[in-house]
């Protein structure tokens, strides 16, 4: 029931979907993970459905859709080698065999290298993974942002890569302007002002403290009562008060800092003290804000100010600039030397088409992460689903006994994201595939369907490439899913029955009767 919900939202020509959310918004996407995250559902192995897409959004970023699709497609070829009383077991086996077939076929026979040095083929493959999405009119902005982010978040260290955009390349929405009006800045921004007032708000060259520590006067941790007898007493607190809070602005002000920002608290004293050293503050910030601005300009974050050393000061950031948008301020450290961390500036007419256009993004931010940790590709639009549906029903041939069956099914399965992509696109669903069979028995391995007008057209012509690493999971999920629940041979309620109140009375009433006996 999950895959048939999903299954429209396939290819080019998908459709939207409109859900209520809980609170009674109203949110409008094709995206499948957004879709599965908001409907709620009490079946259980529905529910477990619902996880493949969240696990696959997580590790690739894309194809949730695809994933939802194809599991729902396996387990319905499984139904009816379970009515002939084929045991799950077999099923299993061959399934499993057919998965570890699957892997080396993309693996050996359909994948090809790309080279990362080539910016229009990145570009070409993140266009054709972004042409399903509502931020296809913009796509080759959204390419551009996503490369570029990526390009600044990565680090590489024993030649390997790693890149964390979940971290370090942050989306800030904001409303107002249009889409081509967004940007990546090779810095943070944060919704953010200063604390006072008559603090600069443009500095070039900043020295900036990160601190996660308060600037006020330190709070015992458990609450304690003073009882004061004299007038006395309480000046000679509020002087402690003062000393402390003047000791640690002094700390803080010895390393000649222009920006002290911090993950806590600072008091009116504090703020007058940094004012008159000259020195712009910004106070609660996020922790994930923090370590944004720590990578992007070389400074690290201190827990006490006694231990603040000039080495600690972040000095990598070429501006620091307090900017209106808007109705609020923004806070910008910006022209970094080496940023490691960036902000992905979105503009947009309403919220509706903002939070859409960061779902889309999210999805062309993990293809360029996934192309330049794994730069290997596969055909797209069914192409390489069909190619190894062909492969494998070749391989079925030469299995013995019951188990080439289940074996095809899954090679069957296949076809499903083919067939989806011409029924999405209004296309003969029957010829369309029975051509594309064609195609690849004689003409090679990536031939596909538009998915814009439902014909056939050569993916390698096109440029309609996709990430392997994409591919391999989905499979991957999709198969391994089919397998846990055919697994399941029984559903166990752990949940207590409420009984009725008639029946609480009736044997209320018989303890009655057997006391009295």
Known sequence: AIADVIRTCLGPQAMLKMLMDPMGGIVMTNDGNAILREITVQHPAGKSMIEIARTQDEEVGDGTTSVIVLSGEILATAEPFLEQNMHPTVIIRAYRQALEDMVKILNEQVSIDLDCSDKNKLVQVINSCTGTKFIRRWSELACQIALNAVHTVMLEENGRREIDIKRYAKVEKIPGGTIEDSTVLKGVMINKDVT?????????DPRIVLLDCPLEYKKGESQTNIEIMKDVDFTKILELEEEYVKKICEDVISVKPDVVITEK???DLAQHYLVRAGISAIRRLRKSDINRIARACGATVVNRTEELKDEDVGTGAGLFE???LGDDYFCFITDCKDPKACTIILRGASKDILNETERNLQDALHVARNLLIDPKLVPGGGAVEMAVSRLL???AAGLAGVEQWPYKAIAQALEIIPRMLAQNCGANTIRTLTALR??????GTTWGIDGETGKLVDMNERGIWEPLSVKLQTY?????TAILLLRIDDIVSGSKK????NETTQQSQVTEESMKE
């Open 393 to 395: 029903t070749e391989k």
């Open 476 to 480: 991957k999920t999709a198969v391994e």
């Open 196 to 204: 006072h007032p008559k603090m600069k708000r443009y500095i070039k």
């Open 265 to 267: 608290g600072i008091s």
């Open 498 to 501: 409420k009984k009725n109140e």
């Open 438 to 443: 064609a195609k690849h028995a004689t003409e």
């Open 322 to 324: 307090i900017k209106k």
